[in-house]
């Protein structure tokens, strides 16, 4: 038996540069961190003793008796990437919804490639546990999906990450002291705002957007660099990073008519008005969770006018997706 423990991602800055539409062009960038919110996965060779070849439960159950007929479209083209013929079972829990902005379709993904490489007894790079799940939602389940949320889950930590060229992604840890960063963390919260969405849905507008919205690209792609900026300097300054977020998402609700709606207009408003420097839907938007940045001296305030919301604690992490259980057994 084998679980997996894969952690979700939140994106600062440079969403939408990572497309391959757009950076193998133009070249993208973002700053992203994962947090201490996992996606387990629990994966073993099913013993056959059962009526079914194929035991695999998530929000469904499905047992069935060919890996073709399995209607979960990630684990059925993991398991066929991985030419899997002895019968499988495979169950998914997680910290945090599905469809929110956190990475989490990818987050499955790669923590399911993570766990068929070690029923296969080999062991994986975080690079190419990245590049693997990239191919598999981008050129065989055909989703519209950057390549952030695979490259940066697979990874783990809080980084700057570039794409394109031949190496198709870089990854540059962001290296603050732990005092800078603790200090940077609390100026950040997190809330649920209590819908979800199919990000692949909002994505594919933004994605046919491309050659019209070239000049906010460009624009979000420039701020990757000032946000760094922002943070190698001054902790006095670290208030400009807020102020960076909010003229990022007065571009990014630019992209697509999709990621934002009224309501989340009036949450995000509300926010600013009550303190918040800055914020984002994360994800490709349009539902999730609602990241903000607040003076920890305001975030009383804030939390009061967004009572109506879940508000979720969170630290950053660093490991990437894992294996943290091995008991290789017995193939009959």
């Known amino acids: 038996m084998i679980i997996s423990r894969t952690p979700f991602r939140i994106s600062f800055f440079g969403g939408g540069t990572d497309y391959p539409t757009w950076y193998r062009e133009n070249g993208g960038a973002v700053i992203s961190t994962t947090i201490n919110k996992y996606c387990y996965i629990t994966s073993r060779f099913l013993p056959p003793f059962f009526d079914y070849k194929c035991r695999i439960r998530y929000t469904q ?52 490639l993570k766990c068929l490489y070690a029923l296969k007894g080999k062991m994986v790079t975080k690079r190419q546990l990245a590049l693997d799940a990239i191919h598999i939602e981008q050129n065989i389940i055909k989703e519209n ?56 849905d909002v994505a594919e507008e933004q994605i046919k957007n491309i050659p019209e919205k070239k000049q906010e690209l460009k624009i979000i792609r420039q701020m990757v660099e000032e946000a760094f900026d922002v943070l190698n300097g001054n902790e006095d300054n670290i208030d400009d990073f807020g102020k960076l977020l909010h003229k990022s998402w007065q571009v990014k609700r630019k992209l697509s008519s999709k990621i934002s709606t009224s309501r989340i207009d009036e949450i995000y408003e509300a926010a600013i008005s009550a303190g918040a420097l800055g914020g984002k839907l994360l994800g490709a938007g349009g539902g999730g969770f609602m990241l903000l940045f607040v003076k920890p001296e305001l975030q009383d305030r804030v939390k009061e006018c967004l009572k109506g919301l879940l508000y979720v604690p969170f630290s950053f992490e660093t490991l990437g997706s894992q294996t943290i259980y091995y008991a290789p057994n017995d193939n009959f």
């Open 145 to 200: 999906v950057g390549s952030q949320d695979q490259t940066a889950v697979a990874f783990g930590g809080f980084n700057k990450i570039e794409f394109g060229g031949h190496q198709e992604m870089t990854v540059y840890p962001v290296t603050l002291s732990r005092e800078k960063q603790d200090f940077f963390q609390k100026h950040l919260m997190l809330f649920f705002t209590g819908f979800s969405r199919n990000a692949s």
């Open 61 to 112: 159950r499905e047992e069935i008796q060919n890996v073709d007929e399995i209607k979960h479209p990630s684990v059925r083209e993991c398991l066929r990437f991985f030419n899997i013929t002895h019968g499988i079972e495979m169950v998914h829990t997680s910290d945090l919804p599905a469809r929110t902005g956190i990475g989490s379709s990818s987050a499955f993904t790669v923590g399911f």
